[in-house]
Structures are given as structure tokens and as C-alpha cells.
């Protein structure tokens, strides 16, 4: 049986159906006590703790009590360099902190009604009284969910189709904000902002910490750039234009009609395969960013061990680098596509391709009526061998 993500909660009394229809990418939201008596999973200082890690992106923007105005430093930090900020008007932030504290990344299941693929990461931002980024768009749908302390934000309502940027700053700051609605977020509240909708949030005390579930939307430069270079890696290197049945032209400087046809069917076989470009789609979208890899475990697990741990009431959850996610075949056979590379299964395993995407936290109960299949066994135990998935301790 496929497990059923957890109800979500974050949008109050609408449904995942609603909201679609009448906020995704159309207008914000603000859904009160989304998740009523939330506390934050980490504290600033842990939080700065991981702004000083030597993988970890982080930034700091001081708006005041820098070198200059709107001052963007990069990570990674040292403990002194917090030391030496000024008690106000500063940010820190620290991208893809789910992946490095599933406290963290279990906040994912709460938006497991859109499609895993397209949730980035959750970037914790820590600032003290009037910390800010600024007035500013992003091209990305977003979820603002307040961890502790307060922030004003002020929106627009409307996408902005050809933003002002003040000039000569380290951080781009829209230079005509106007607020149209102002709002104050505590802890449990969140904020839906559509793309390109113009936000300004400001801490309102000392310990204002914001989780923000950003979403992928890559550029369709991005896209067919990638496509195009996946499909030249598949093209035989020695092939080449051939007119063996070559006929005397009566105008040596036209390109005839022959030679258009050959080329145009060349290009069109590259976009006309449905199945190669599901198969690149599947594999672009699942290799991690910032060039990282997974990190199988010290000591690879055997398929007996595995059964026992689940069998004792130890579930999974994806590796600290670990992008899954799969294609249902007509024939119902399935891919897995697990960080850019792929792993065909039997429509048997169907079932275990929908159980290992798109969930945080995989129960125990879930993955144990399976046990018997040995396929079953033995594609956990090598997604857990290659680091794609690891033992859960919650």
C-alpha cells in the first residue's frame, strides 16, 4: 500500500485544491498559526554555528554598521566575525538547512501536495531588531514561515514586470517599493509570495529567525541548454553529412532542398524521442547543486541488517545529499532518478519508487510489509549503500 503524506496543516482551513486553484502563482497568502505552537529546531547560535562550516552557503547583509550601506559579506565565517557586529540592522543567512538537519527538512512533508522536484531548499534567516534584505522580488514561489520573534513584512500584490534597482549596491534593492499590504508574522505564521511579488520584511525584535521554502523554477534558457548538450554527449562523434546521392546543381550557392531535409530530420530526431528526453528531464532534475555528492556510510549495510533495523521500528529518510524522484512508464514499468542517474524497475517495484520519493521522514510500518520481496530489500539496501537514504533517528 502507498503510504499517504501527512495532511498538511499549513494552510489553515483551505484545501491543498484550494489554494491551488486560487493562490499558486497568482496571489499571496497569509494563513495564521499554520503551524500552531511551532518552535524553532535550532537557536541563532546554531545557526551561526552552520554559517561557520566550510560547505555550508551563508551570507551576512548589514544595512547599517557595515563598511558601506547594504554590506554583503559570504561565508564561511568565523565565531569572531559575529563578535564584531553592530546590535542591530543585519541578517544572516544559511541556505539548504534541511539538508543538513532533518529537524529541518521535515518541515518539506508539510508541502508534499506540490511535486517534490520542484521544492529547492529551506533557508533559515537569523536578524536581531531592524535586521533586513531589503525590498525585493524573487523569481521563485515561496513559502515565509516564521520560526521565532516577529517581522514586518510589507508586500505588493501584483508580480512586478520590469523592476528599478538601486544602483551600486552589494544586494539588489528595488528602488520604487510601495507597500500595499503590511502584516506582522510570530511563530506558527506563514507567507505564501507568488513569483516576482514584492516583499520587505523587517525583524521587530532580537530574535527573529524566518524558514524559507523556496521552489525551483529553472530558466528555459537553463532547460534546452542542458538538453543540448545531453543530446550531443549521445551523438556518434565520427558521424557526419553524407550526400552520396548527390545529383549536378544548377546554382552552386543555394542550399537545396535536399540538404535542409537531412539537417532538419538530424535536429527533429533529437525532440521527437518522448522517452530519451523523459530520460534526460529525470536525471537533471535530480542532480544535487553546488556540485555535491552523496557520502555513502563507513560501513555498507547488508540486506539482513537493513531487514532487522526496519523490522525494529527504525525508519529512513533521505541522505544529507540525496535527490530522488521517478517516471510511471505506460508498460507499468518505472525510472528512478537518483541524483542524475537512473535505476529502471519491474512494475513490482513500482511501489518502492513512489514509497522513497518525495517524503522526509519514510515510517518503519510503511517499508515493512514488503520485506519479503528480495528486489524490494535490495534496492534499499543500495540507495542506503550509495547515500541516497539513511536511517532516521526521530
Known amino acids: 500500500m502507498q503510504p499517504t503524506p501527512p495532511t498538511s496543516s499549513v494552510l489553515g482551513d483551505r484545501s491543498p485544491t484550494d489554494f491551488l486553484d486560487t493562490y499558486w502563482q497568482s496571489r499571496p497568502l497569509v494563513v495564521r498559526d499554520a503551524l500552531p505552537d511551532f518552535r524553532s529546531p535550532l537557536s541563532p547560535e546554531e545557526l551561526a554555528g552552520l554559517a561557520c562550516e566550510d560547505d555550508v552557503a551563508s551570507r551576512l547583509i548589514l544595512k547599517e554598521g557595515g563598511e558601506h550601506p547594504w554590506e554583503l559579506r559570504h561565508g564561511p565565517f568565523a565565531s569572531a566575525d559575529f563578535l564584531d557586529l553592530p546590535a542591530t540592522h543585519w541578517t544572516l543567512l544559511v541556505q539548504e538547512v534541511d539538508r543538513l538537519l532533518p529537524e529541518v527538512g521535515a518541515l518539506l512533508d508539510h508541502f508534499r501536495f ?3 522536484w520542484r521544492l529547492d531548499d529551506v533557508m533559515v534567516s537569523y536578524a536581531p531588531t531592524h535586521g533586513t534584505v531589503g525590498p525585493h522580488i524573487d ?22 514586470e520590469d523592476e528599478q534597482i538601486v544602483p551600486d549596491l552589494d544586494v539588489r534593492i528595488l528602488a520604487d517599493f510601495e507597500a500595499e499590504e503590511e502584516f506582522v508574522l510570530g511563530p506558527g505564521d506563514l507567507l505564501y509570495l507568488p513569483p516576482r511579488v514584492a516583499h520587505h520584511g523587517v525583524a521587530t525584535d532580537d530574535q527573529c529567525m524566518t524558514y ?32 552520396s546521392a548527390l545529383d549536378p546543381v544548377d546554382h552552386p550557392g543555394e542550399i537545396h532542398d535536399d540538404a535542409r531535409r537531412k539537417v532538419r530530420r538530424l535536429l527533429r530526431r533529437l525532440v521527437h524521442d518522448d522517452d530519451a528526453i523523459d530520460q534526460w528531464l529525470g536525471q537533471y532534475l535530480t542532480r544535487p547543486g553546488r556540485d555535491r555528492e552523496a557520502v555513502p556510510p563507513s560501513t555498507p549495510v547488508t540486506n539482513e541488517e537493513l531487514v532487522e533495523t526496519l523490522r525494529a521500528g527504525h525508519g529512513l529518510r533521505p541522505g544529507p545529499v540525496s535527490r530522488l524522484a521517478f517516471i510511471e512508464h505506460d508498460d507499468g514499468s518505472t525510472t528512478l532518478f537518483a541524483n542524475g542517474s537512473s535505476i529502471d524497475l519491474a512494475p513490482s517495484l513500482t511501489h518502492a519508487a513512489r514509497l522513497v520519493t518525495g517524503r522526509q521522514q519514510i515510517p518503519s ?23 541516497l537514504l539513511e536511517w532516521d533517528a526521530a
Open 114 to 116: 506540490l511535486p517534490a
Open 139 to 160: 523569481n521563485y514561489d515561496v513559502f515565509l514561515l516564521q520560526g521565532a520573534g516577529h517581522r514586518r513584512w510589507q508586500i505588493g500584490t501584483e508580480p512586478v
Open 212 to 243: 524559507s521554502i523556496g521552489f525551483r523554477a529553472p530558466r528555459h534558457q537553463a532547460l534546452v541548454a542542458n538538453f543540448l548538450q545531453h543530446a550531443i554527449e549521445t551523438i556518434d562523434p565520427d558521424a557526419r553529412y553524407s550526400d
Open 365 to 387: 510500518d510503511a517499508l515493512t510489509p514488503h520485506l519479503d520481496d528480495d528486489a524490494f530489500v535490495d534496492l534499499l539496501t543500495t540507495l542506503i549503500n550509495d547515500g
